[in-house]
């Protein structure tokens, strides 16, 4: 049984270009939660999505940042015009309902340069 | 309003010696509660979870975590420290479902 992919596991992009990572949830998850971890802190709360609904992006940047999770697929966190700031780890989580434990992805870490 | 404080950033012990992290949380609600663990450049690995059930919750890898709540605490703790425990931990209060708040971390050192 498969645990929460991400991918890639390391991505580099130049200031302006976009940014796109990719979760696919564990199997018969349909709850994808999107976090942001900065260097030497704790990881930060993004997103809540549900297949096609976003259910809550109160800690989502207002700009550049924008996720989906379609019908079919994985949910996708794009990062648009990408800054040094958005230099992070982004780790995605899954679970079966949303009062149940949340399963982390191995992360994906983003550098900007 | 949900928070978690973990007490301290760094903690140093000696192979075969206790191991405790602190963890004080927030909650205006009945909260749920979780340590996770991070190794280097790894995703997050689910320690243990506290959810209004036993008080002293038994974990993985011989952790355990007692949930206080007249101290409003979650400590974590480990009777004897193995070197592949160092790591970072990272304690997370629940009380609406869909929101994890993370502490900020402790790293633990294991000396050998």
């Known amino acids: 049984n498969a645990g929460v992919m991400q991918n890639p596991r390391h991505l580099v992009r130049r200031r302006g270009q976009e940014a796109r990572l990719r979760c696919s949830p564990m199997?018969?998850?349909?709850?994808v939660y999107w976090y942001r971890q900065l260097p030497e802190e704790g990881l930060k709360f993004m997103v809540y999505?549900?297949?096609?609904?976003?259910?809550?992006e109160s800690g989502m940047p207002k700009e550049r940042f924008s996720a989906e999770f379609p019908k079919e697929g994985p949910s996708i966190l794009r990062i648009q015009q990408v800054v040094r700031g958005d230099s992070a780890a982004y780790f995605c989580?899954?679970?079966?309902?949303?009062?149940?434990?949340?399963?982390f992805g191995p992360g994906t870490r983003l550098l900007v340069l | 309003a949900q928070s978690v404080t973990q007490l301290d950033s760094h903690v140093s012990v000696s192979e075969g010696t206790p191991v405790l992290l602190r963890c004080n949380y927030s909650s205006s609600y009945s909260p749920s509660l979780f340590w996770y663990v991070q190794h280097p450049n790894k995703g997050l690995q689910l320690l243990l979870k506290?959810?209004?059930?036993?008080?002293l919750v038994k974990g993985i890898n011989g952790f355990e975590a007692e949930f206080k709540k007249s101290e409003t605490s979650f400590h974590l703790t480990k009777p004897s420290a193995h070197m592949s425990d160092a790591a970072e931990y990272f304690c997370?209060?629940?009380?609406?479902?869909?929101?994890?708040?993370f502490g900020t971390g402790t790293s633990l050192t294991v000396i050998p």
């Open positions: 506290y959810t209004s059930a036993a008080t």
């Open positions: 997370v209060v629940s009380a609406t479902g869909n929101q994890f708040y």
């Open positions: 999505l549900q297949k096609e609904n976003i259910i809550d």
């Open positions: 199997k018969g998850h349909s709850h």
């Open positions: 989580a899954s679970s079966k309902t949303p009062q149940e434990t949340q399963y």
